[in-house]
């Protein structure tokens, strides 16, 4: 990584084999997952966090690793719904993903949506990014459904408290191990904290 992080100044200097390396290395850092949506990602899309065209060098630090950025809402007919980098395009962002000081402001409503309490990072995920469309939200509930009814409701892990059973999903969450991962740990904590509040009145 060291190495990719010296790689400066011309894009050429990142084909081939340099370029899958990179792709590889993003891959594995964010556990396969888009650095926005949080999507699976079957093909890696190389976002420049700070645009080329704002005088970005390639530094492996500006990088990250993004989903395609079309929704199909109907394949055959190419209908489609443009987020994260392909929404974004070339314009800067103020909420950045690597910093925890911003992803600490973020929080989800009742139907799934991501919020900020800072203004001007709800705007970049809703107008830039477009985080909050119908389909997707729908995607973070069913994810969370999915792994509610595999730890929670299945039959394999009933023999663990619930207590336990969440904090093994809360830890995956924090190692972003699922599609979705900060949707999950902000349910799972949820759900923790009601348990905790309950046993304590
Ligand atoms: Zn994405």
Known sequence: MKELRKVTNNYS????????????????????HCAYCERKLDTVFIEHFIPQSAGSGL?????LAVCSGNYYTDKLKGNKIEH?????????????PR?????????????ASLTSEVMI??????????????????ERQDAYNKIDLEYIVGEAHQI?????????ILSMAERGEFEFSAYIKFRVVARLK????????
């Open 194 to 201: 009601y348990i905790e509040n309950s046993e304590n009145e």
């Open 84 to 96: 994260c980098d392909t929404k974004k395009g070339n314009v800067n962002l103020n909420i950045d």
């Open 121 to 138: 990072f709800q705007h970049d995920i809703d107008d830039i990014l477009n985080l909050n469309f119908y389909e997707l939200k729908r």
């Open 13 to 32: 200097h990142l084909q081939g084999d340099c370029m899958q390396e990179t792709k590889s290395t993003l891959r594995v850092l964010q556990m396969n």
């Open 59 to 63: 530094e492996f630090d500006n990088f």
């Open 160 to 168: 663990f408290p619930l207590k336990d059973r969440l904090r093994k």
């Open 99 to 111: 910093k925890n000081d911003h992803i600490d402001t973020l929080s989800y409503s009742e139907d």
